[in-house]
C-alpha cells in the first residue's frame, strides 16, 4: 500500500509518499521562514496563502521523484488538526478534493500523533509501551504510549511551550527569526555558571511544564545587563540549560511514575542537540533507551503524516468529505488501532 500525506498545519508545507514495504518513497518540504521573518512570527493569513500555492506543485514533484501516479496511490492523509484553522483548512480542502478526484479513501490525521509516530521511520523503532515527550513551538506534553491511539496524558505545558519560549527569549535577545534555532547556537559560546534561572515546576509533584516564568526572568536578565555578544551567549547559555533541565526533569518523572525505561521525543525542539545529550544521559543512568526521529523529521513534514495515516487506513479508518479542520484536537481523544 501507497499514501500521500499532506501537512500544512502552520508554516511549513511538507508532502510525502510512504510505501509500507519501502518505506518514504519521496519528500518535500518548502518553509515559510522567509514569508514571516519581517514580522517576527507567523502570521496566520500569510501562511493560508503560502499553503494555497505550493501544496499542489509539491505534490506533483513528490510524485515525479517516487516515480508514480495517482493511480498507484491507495489514499491520500492530511493533517486534520491541531495547528491554524485557516492553513489546516488548505491542507483538509486539497487531500479531500483528491481523494475524491483520484477515488482513493481521506485519511485525517493528527498533528502531534505525526509526530509521536514520526521515530518509527527509523531503522531503530521503540517498541510499546514507552513514555514520549512531545516538545515544539507549540505544544510541550508528556504522553504515555501503549499502542497506536492508545495515549494517557500525563502532563503539559500550562502557558508557553518550550519551542515557543525559545523563540521569545531570543526575540528579547535580538537574534533573527526564528529565534530558537539561533538562540541554541549561540548558546554554545556561553559560559556556564554566569547566570542561573529557574527550573520552574519542578520543585512540586506533578508533570505539568510553565515556561512563561523562565523567559520572565530571562527578560529581567537582559534589561539589567549589556548587550555585548558575550553577556547575550551567557544569557542563552543559562536559558536553555533551564528548559534542557526542567525536560530532563520530567522526562525522568514520567519513567518512574510509568514503570517505564524507553523514551519517546518528537517535535521541533527534539532536534536540539543539548537536549539529546542530557536525555541520552538520563536514559543511561535508568538503564533505559532513547529515540528521535531524524533531524529533518523533526520539525513539521510530510513523511510522519503519510505513515501515522498509514497506519490509521490499514486498521479501515478514513472519512468522509465532510470532515472538518479541528485546531483544537486532544490527543487522547483518539480511537486505537
Known sequence: MRILGIE???????????????????????????????????VPELASRDHVRKTIPLIKEALNEAGLTPKDLDGVAYTAGPGLVGALLVGCSIGRSLAYGWDLPAVPVHHMEGHLLAPMLEENVPEFPFVALLVSGGHTMLVRVDGIGEYELLGESVDDAAGEAFDKTAKLLGLDYPGGPVLAKMAEDGTPGRFKFPRPMTDRPGLNFSFSGLKTAAATTIKKTDDSDQTKADIAYAFQEAVIDTLAIKCRRALEQCKLNRLVIAGGVSANVSLRNKLATVMKKLNGEVFYPRPEYCTDNGAMIAFAGMQRLKSGVHTDLTFKANPRWPLDSLDPV
Open 8 to 42: 500544512t498545519s502552520c508554516d511549513e508545507t511538507g508532502i510525502a509518499i510512504y510505501d509500507e514495504d519501502k518505506g518514504i518513497m519521496a519528500h518535500r518540504l518548502f518553509s515559510q521562514i522567509a514569508v514571516h521573518a519581517d514580522y517576527g512570527g507567523v
